[in-house]
């Protein structure tokens, strides 16, 4: 995807710091990977837009084959669509009437397409008596829970029972199924990764075949997470996939050896500016910029807080809200202060979330600055 380069393009080295960066060839190859391997298993890519927020790559990843997108928020979602985009899949519980309105107000949007999800009766109780006024109806899935124990139902029985009530709710039309399977990020060995996503995923599909003798039709049988996306491409009954970091990338996928580090796309550029003590100095970029996220559900890629890449023996080991503790080796490494550092962040998707742009760069040379459009956006 081709870019204007601006007249006012420079080089790394001169940008302010704390500045977040990415990398448009990384970019583009984890794009294009992603839908080659989606086209390749012959299962639509729904990618989560979360990670990133900004409307510049949600066209790159539909221009590369993705069929629409995933928002966690709906403020996502109404942020992308006055970016222009039109195909919304807001998988987070909705429950309560201000919500439900909310969504009702997107779905008019011209040329907009919504589905959602619940995994209660509050939340049909309250999409129902919105959309039952509606003049279309709205998809909802039924989020099961296949191993992560955060959201979702039960599978077997109780989905399809919620199903039912999705059937016979005003407004509502069931159309399938999906789950997260947060739990390979608990699994440092990709062997043993690979095969609970696939059971994981085999649950679900299973789940979907019940529904079908129960004779409830379920068009999506969905899934996502980024470390499990290869395995669970190819377990037959699949429709949909919903990865969302891959885009980017962290330190905590290269720490579970799902890609090396040079195919991470952000990074974060800081500055050193405090050097008291032969073991210790502090960036100008902590946890408003960078992020303190391990997540709940057993990280196991994730150590410290980022990679100071090129700088073997420097740790960023703590953050506090406008700095970062740097722990260096007293027998080796050490920094200047002045000198700028490119970080490898533990976790990608929070810091795009705290920029208000991200600045494009090819090489050594900016090429552009996105907006993230989203940034902020959690209702």
Known sequence: MALEV?????????LDTPSVIVDLGCLERNIAEMADL?????????????THKTPEIARMQLAAGAIGVTCAKIGEAEALADAGLTDFFIAHPLVTVAKARRLAALARR????IATIVDSTAGIA???QVFAGEGDLLDVLVKVDTGLGRVGTPPGAPTVALARQITAALGLRFAGICAHEGFSYSLPDPAARDAATRAGVETLVATARDLAAAGLRCERVSVGSTPGARAALIVPGVTEVRPGNYVFYDAMQVGLGVVPTERSALTVLATVVSHS???RAVLDAGSKTLTSDKGVHGMAGAANFGTILGKEGVVLHALSEEHGWLRLDP???DVAIGETLR????????VANLAEELVVVRGEQIVDRWAVAAQGRVR
């Open 343 to 350: 970080i490898l962040p533990i976790h990608s998707c929070p």
């Open 38 to 50: 989606a086209r390749e298993a012959g299962v639509a890519l729904r990618p989560h837009i979360k």
């Open 331 to 333: 027998t080796g490494s």
């Open 277 to 279: 003590a032969r073991d």
């Open 6 to 14: 601006r007249a006012e393009s420079s080089r790394i080295v001169d």
């Open 126 to 128: 309250a999409l129902s």
């Open 110 to 113: 011209p040329g907009v397409e």
